[in-house]
């Protein structure tokens, strides 16, 4: 009798299902000129969302707490290059008696209590910086703080005078104005980076701290959808 010879059954592949986001909110794009060009549809996910003023507070915390290098060093009497000899002797001079020259009373000698070595860093996870991220677009939007600027921008001459004279024509000057670019390589860098005012940061490395500091936060179109990429469909995979 010939044998029965099982049939293995195709394994169907799960398809991921796209993820649909709405975004009923509008963002008003300006030219340099200080003109409105047209609106362009933001995330309800991205800048409507419920703002945690404690997580907030949290991340700024440890944000400057990371930047703190922890280098500072001071030598106790122990690590001071010197001799250990008695300086004088113990009586008879009608002075206070002291040992070794590297006592910490003496000029040149050890440092009590002084700072060493440490690390100051702390630690938030991936989570927690997506809703902080968010929850200060959010706020900023809320106050009407947050602008586009037409992607034509980039390809404005070098020259200082056009970034300075945008933002006399939008009332900025004074104001700490972050322009959140695709890249950090075009001539819109080159035209901003004589002025005090501009921050320029790349979308990816975008964070609250540098948001929540900002007086006007301007998005590049293109900088949009990098956001959304990364930070949004990144962490929903």
Do not use: C
């Amino acid at each position: 009798m010939a044998r029965a010879v099982k049939i293995d059954k195709p394994v169907e592949k799960k398809i991921k299902k796209p993820v649909i986001r709405s975004s009923s909110l509008l963002l008003k794009v300006i030219d340099l000129n200080g003109k409105e060009t047209k609106e362009i549809p933001l995330l309800n996910e991205i800048f409507s969302v419920k703002a945690s003023p404690k997580l907030l507070a949290h991340y700024v915390r440890v944000y400057l707490a990371n930047q703190r290098q922890g280098n500072a060093s001071t030598k106790t009497r122990g690590e001071v290059t010197g001799s250990t000899r008695k300086i004088y002797r113990q009586k008879g001079t009608g002075k206070a008696r002291h040992g070794d020259i590297k006592a910490p009373i003496f000029v040149g000698g050890g440092v009590v209590g002084g700072p060493s070595p440490r690390d100051f860093s702390l630690k938030i996870n991936k989570k927690q910086k997506q809703k902080a991220l968010f929850g200060a677009l959010t706020l900023k939007y809320q106050k009407g703080q947050v602008f586009g600027l037409s992607e034509t921008s980039l390809k404005t001459e070098p020259k200082t005078k056009i970034i300075a004279g945008f933002l006399k024509k939008m009332n900025w000057i004074g104001k700490r104005t972050l322009f959140v670019l695709p890249e950090l390589k075009n001539n819109l860098v080159l035209a901003s980076r004589n002025l005090f005012e501009p921050e320029l940061v790349e979308a990816k490395t975008l964070n609250p701290y540098i948001v929540m500091r900002a007086d006007v936060v301007l998005f590049l179109e293109p900088s949009i959808d990098i956001i959304v990429n990364h930070f949004l469909k990144k962490n929903a995979d």
